[in-house]
């Protein structure tokens, strides 16, 4: 650090530098030259990022020095209440020693980051058909789908090579499509002709990360034959930034290029696709569709892709177009007869309200025909609905399916009307109404009454969640006591999967459940809905308290700040051991949630002033040995436009 930095460093300028709103224009132009830097590096190397981080230092001491009477105006200007928070921001005090000891182990570690990434093409080994993530999904029941499975298994083995080479399986939320993709993806694997699977979920960072999609797909298509298997590596190896490239890059080192060298095919093979708009952001669900219309046609061996998605306006425009609609072809499931439904949501309801029967003892004909009709009409065409009412009667806490289905029959419990999701809106309604009353039933005492505000706590979280916590890890985030995340959730066994053990990981059965809870048009009741601003604003308000109070520099205790990542011993093992889920978490998502939460919340405006005094290097320099320091960049863009415009609202309150 220069003589010069000196002065405005030591006074903690850094911070108001970053929260000054009449700044913003300089902070954006410093956090572009960062971008900048970390992308030269990805070109040219170390010696490339070592002068643009020099140059953003520079940057930097420029713009310190250019707006400090700027920002010493700007204090007397704003009202009281902003100006408290600028008097807090200005007694930090920044060593200046200590503070170019942790730029250069930034420094290190983004160069360690980059590297790490160079040397592999990530691959998100969870989105695959049969991965872990998704243990409690299944295929068809046999017998149901039968329309729907001729037809694809048709378009699969249809050899003429101008038959289409993308099928849309397109249908309503609910209506059975991660099933049926999931059938097919088992199907092909058994017969040696899957390719590659990718199921995305809204719920898990790399199962919506469009980035991952292709390197996943070109590590699976290597473990279909050896020869292509060297392919893909060489192609890895002759480039290994690949991970790292646009989407259209990606797809011609690791899809392309190696299957037109590929000559090892003996059949068609299948790549599946399931829940296209979960993928986030939109854009990257456009340029997947693209990039298949664009190059499919060019690839000789013989690829089909069979792709799934709800009917969402991002989508059908892109299959719409001249490229893809010359070679796909839409499948759409809720155009299908309801008669032909009905008798699939019929044939599964029989089958497994059967199954329990046995399971519980109840003498049987049960339930009775009255019974399973009246089930299947409120079924209509969605599936979700049956599986979620066989979940509902089966496993509740007393065992007492008898008694759980006749509190889904009660009169009234439907009226027939209103929008397509009615009925699976009813259904989710009593579900979560019957766990409430649950919860009151077993506990009368203020332990009781604190387990039902815990209830909106923890249902509102976990729909919002960016990625899935296990209950340990939630309560910690939340500052919940031990045991009142399985307390809470312990009649909600239908609408979620609560693992067990308090460290399995918790997700939703289905999306719909999502849509569902967090719209008040939809959940009408104001004790079971959850509010995305207030909820986000919890989740905030508790990833910047588990920073202030766990984030700590060198977090792995290595002891030596000028080693590269790759050079630490067993770091794997370190960051597993010594930053835990909820404090990853944290680091990655606060920003995030604190973009959606209310800006009038001043605690949390408190919570992120206290945050760039105390710990935004330390911060820094964890996500540096994570491997996501180009995170930082984002999340101080984000954090600096909410806090901004929550200095604006208190300002306009004051007056």
Same mark, same amino acid.
Not at 243 to 266: C, D, H, N, Y
């Given at each position: 650090?220069?003589?010069?930095? %000196?002065?405005?460093?030591?006074?903690?300028?850094?911070?108001?530098?970053?929260?000054?709103?009449?700044?913003?224009?300089?902070?954006?132009?410093?956090?572009?030259?960062?971008?900048?830097?970390?992308?030269?590096?990805?070109?040219?190397?170390?010696?490339?990022?070592?002068?643009?981080?020099?140059?953003?230092?520079?940057?930097?001491?420029?713009?310190?020095?250019?707006?400090?009477?700027?920002?010493?105006?700007?204090?007397?200007?704003?009202?009281?209440?902003?100006?408290?928070?600028?008097?807090?921001?200005?007694?930090?005090?920044?060593?200046?020693?200590?503070?170019? $000891?942790?730029?250069?182990?930034?420094?290190?570690?983004?160069?360690?980051?980059?590297?790490?990434?160079?040397?592999?093409? *990530?691959?998100?080994?969870?989105?695959?058909?049969?991965?872990?993530?998704?243990?409690?999904?299944?295929?068809?029941?046999? =017998?149901? !789908?039968?329309?729907?499975?001729?037809?694809?298994?048709?378009?699969?083995?249809?050899?003429?090579?101008?038959?289409?080479?993308?099928?849309?399986?397109?249908?309503?939320?609910?209506?059975?499509?991660?099933?049926?993709?999931?059938?097919?993806?088992?199907?092909?694997?058994?017969?040696?002709?899957?390719?590659?699977?990718?199921?995305?979920?809204?719920?898990?960072?790399?199962?919506?990360?469009?980035?991952?999609?292709?390197?996943?797909?070109?590590?699976?298509?290597?473990?279909?034959?050896?020869?292509?298997?060297?392919?893909?590596?060489?192609?890895?190896?002759?480039?290994?930034?690949? =991970? @790292?490239?646009?989407?259209?890059?990606?797809?011609?080192?690791?899809?392309? *290029?190696?299957?037109?060298?590929?000559?090892?095919?003996?059949?068609?093979?299948?790549?599946?696709?399931?829940?296209?708009?979960?993928?986030?952001?939109?854009?990257?669900?456009?340029?997947?569709?693209?990039?298949?219309?664009?190059?499919?046609?060019?690839?000789?061996?013989?690829?089909?892709?069979?792709?799934?998605?709800?009917?969402?306006?991002?989508?059908?425009?892109?299959?719409? +177009?001249?490229?893809?609609?010359?070679?796909?072809?839409?499948?759409?499931?809720?155009?299908?007869?309801?008669?032909?439904?009905?008798?699939?949501?019929?044939?599964?309801?029989?089958?497994?309200?059967? $199954?329990?029967?046995?399971?519980?003892?109840? $003498?049987?004909?049960?339930?009775?025909?009255?019974?399973?009709?009246?089930?299947?009409?409120?079924?209509?065409?969605?599936?979700?609905?049956?599986?979620?009412?066989?979940?509902?009667?089966?496993?509740?806490?007393?065992?007492?399916? *008898?008694?759980?289905?006749?509190?889904?029959?009660?009169?009234?419990?439907?009226?027939?009307?209103?929008?397509?999701?009615?009925?699976?809106?009813?259904?989710?309604?009593?579900?979560? *109404?019957?766990?409430?009353?649950?919860?009151?039933?077993?506990?009368?005492?203020?332990?009781?009454?604190?387990?039902?505000?815990?209830?909106?706590?923890?249902?509102?979280?976990?729909?919002?969640?960016?990625?899935?916590?296990?209950? !340990?890890?939630?309560?910690?985030?939340?500052?919940?006591?031990?045991?009142? @995340?399985?307390?809470?959730?312990?009649?909600? /066994? +239908?609408?979620?999967?609560?693992?067990?053990?308090?460290?399995? %990981?918790?997700?939703?059965? /289905?999306?719909?459940?999502?849509?569902?809870?967090?719209?008040?048009?939809?959940?009408?009741?104001?004790?079971?809905?959850?509010?995305?601003? %207030?909820?986000?604003?919890?989740?905030?308000?508790?990833?910047?308290?588990?920073?202030?109070?766990?984030?700590? /520099?060198?977090?792995?205790?290595?002891?030596?700040?000028w080693l590269d990542n790759i050079e630490i011993p067993n770091l794997p093992e370190r960051l597993q051991e010594l930053i835990p889920s909820y404090l990853r978490y944290a680091c990655h998502?606060?920003?995030? /949630?604190?973009?959606?939460?209310?800006?009038?919340?001043?605690?949390?405006?408190?919570?992120?002033?206290?945050?760039?005094?105390?710990?935004?290097?330390?911060w820094v320099e964890t996500l540096s040995l994570l491997g996501e320091v180009d995170n930082a960049i984002l999340s101080l863009q984000l954090m600096q436009d909410w806090y901004q415009v929550?200095?604006?609202?208190? @300002? !306009?309150?004051?007056?």
């Amino acid at each position: 650090m220069t003589a010069q930095a %000196e002065k405005p460093l030591r006074a903690g300028l850094g911070q108001k530098f970053l929260m000054n709103k009449e700044n913003a224009s300089i902070v954006n132009q410093l956090n572009t030259d960062l971008h900048r830097a970390i992308q030269e590096f990805m070109m040219k190397g170390g010696a490339a990022t070592e002068a643009a981080v020099e140059e953003t230092l520079q940057s930097v001491q420029a713009g310190f020095s250019a707006t400090r009477d700027d920002i010493r105006t700007a204090r007397t200007e704003l009202s009281n209440e902003v100006a408290g928070v600028s008097e807090q921001v200005y007694r930090t005090q920044l060593g200046v020693q200590e503070l170019s $000891q942790h730029m250069r182990t930034w420094s290190d570690n983004v160069a360690a980051s980059l590297a790490d990434d160079r040397q592999r093409a *990530e691959a998100a080994a969870l989105a695959r058909y049969d991965s872990q993530s998704r243990q409690d999904a299944h295929g068809c029941l046999e =017998g149901t !789908r039968k329309k729907v499975l001729e037809a694809i298994h048709d378009w699969i083995n249809n050899d003429d090579p101008d038959s289409p080479r993308i099928l849309w399986l397109c249908g309503l939320a609910g209506i059975g499509k991660s099933t049926i993709a999931h059938t097919i993806a088992e199907g092909a694997d058994a017969d040696r002709r899957l390719g590659a699977s990718f199921f995305f979920s809204r719920d898990e960072a790399d199962r919506r990360n469009p980035q991952l999609v292709y390197p996943t797909i070109a590590s699976q298509l290597a473990r279909l034959d050896h020869e292509l298997k060297k392919l893909v590596a060489a192609a890895v190896e002759k480039d290994q930034d690949v =991970g @790292t490239l646009v989407m259209k890059k990606q797809f011609e080192k690791l899809i392309s *290029e190696p299957l037109a060298t590929w000559r090892g095919t003996k059949g068609t093979i299948v790549i599946v696709m399931d829940a296209l708009d979960e993928c986030s952001p939109e854009a990257g669900a456009e340029e997947i569709l693209i990039r298949w219309g664009s190059e499919l046609p060019k690839i000789q061996v013989p690829l089909k892709v069979l792709i799934t998605s709800r009917p969402e306006f991002h989508i059908r425009r892109k299959f719409q +177009s001249l490229s893809l609609r010359t070679i796909s072809q839409p499948y759409i499931l809720h155009n299908i007869e309801n008669s032909v439904v009905k008798e699939d949501i019929e044939l599964f309801l029989r089958h497994r309200l059967t $199954q329990i029967a046995e399971e519980y003892g109840i $003498q049987t004909p049960w339930p009775s025909e009255l019974a399973l009709r009246t089930l299947i009409e409120r079924a209509g065409i969605l599936f979700i609905f049956a599986s979620t009412a066989v979940k509902f009667i089966q496993n509740g806490r007393r065992k007492d399916p *008898e008694t759980r289905l006749k509190l889904l029959l009660k009169e009234g419990a439907s009226t027939g009307g209103g929008s397509q999701y009615h009925d699976v809106d009813t259904l989710y309604m009593q579900v979560l *109404e019957y766990a409430i009353a649950a919860n009151e039933e077993e506990d009368f005492d203020d332990a009781g009454r604190q387990l039902h505000e815990a209830f909106n706590i923890v249902l509102g979280a976990i729909v919002l969640l960016r990625d899935p916590l296990s209950s !340990r890890s939630l309560e910690s985030l939340l500052s919940l006591d031990g045991g009142t @995340t399985q307390r809470v959730l312990i009649h909600l /066994h +239908s609408v979620l999967i609560v693992p067990e053990s308090a460290d399995g %990981e918790i997700r939703l059965l /289905h999306p719909s459940f999502h849509d569902f809870v967090t719209n008040p048009g939809r959940c009408q009741d104001s004790r079971l809905h959850a509010d995305p601003p %207030e909820n986000h604003g919890r989740l905030a308000e508790g990833c910047l308290n588990v920073l202030l109070k766990e984030l700590r /520099h060198d977090p792995c205790q290595v002891g030596n700040y000028w080693l590269d990542n790759i050079e630490i011993p067993n770091l794997p093992e370190r960051l597993q051991e010594l930053i835990p889920s909820y404090l990853r978490y944290a680091c990655h998502h606060f920003a995030f /949630h604190l973009s959606h939460a209310s800006p009038e919340q001043r605690s949390l405006a408190d919570l992120v002033v206290k945050f760039c005094d105390d710990q935004i290097l330390a911060w820094v320099e964890t996500l540096s040995l994570l491997g996501e320091v180009d995170n930082a960049i984002l999340s101080l863009q984000l954090m600096q436009d909410w806090y901004q415009v929550s200095g604006m609202v208190f @300002t !306009r309150n004051y007056d």
